[in-house]
């Protein structure tokens, strides 16, 4: 994607520690990605004054695909429990909390008008 067409989902681990957040992230990454071959997905700095490599995850999610990622997020994050998830769609969060429930991410990703919850 380029710069002129960004990925329209950040997701960002807020309680955790930077080192613990872009561990998160790459790992949810490889999750989306093995769920569907039509995600894209890439890590993103959160803080460029430190050695973030890559704490947050800037994604697009079909929708055809929202269900099964829905699934695998929710199945990494009820197994892994980073804390507080945020998912926000062009600077608007559309959905804040554990991210065990599959059917709250799969209606933040499905909603493209950026209300959520």
């Keep these: 994607m380029t710069e002129d067409n960004p990925l329209p989902f950040v997701i960002r681990f807020e309680s955790a520690s930077l080192a613990d957040a872009g561990r998160h992230a790459a790992a949810l990454r490889e999750v989306m ?7 894209q997905a890439q890590l993103e700095r959160v803080a460029g004054d430190t050695m973030d490599l890559g704490s947050s995850l800037r994604a697009n999610v079909p929708a055809p695909a929202v269900m099964p990622v829905s699934r695998g997020m929710a199945d990494y994050l009820a197994r ?38």
């Design 33 to 39: 990605l093995d769920m569907s071959s039509q995600v």
């Design 80 to 117: 892994e429990r980073p804390g507080m998830v945020v998912i926000e769609h062009q600077g608007r969060v559309v959905y804040r909390g554990d991210g065990t429930d599959p059917g709250h991410i799969a209606r933040a990703l499905a909603g493209r008008d950026g209300r959520g919850w």
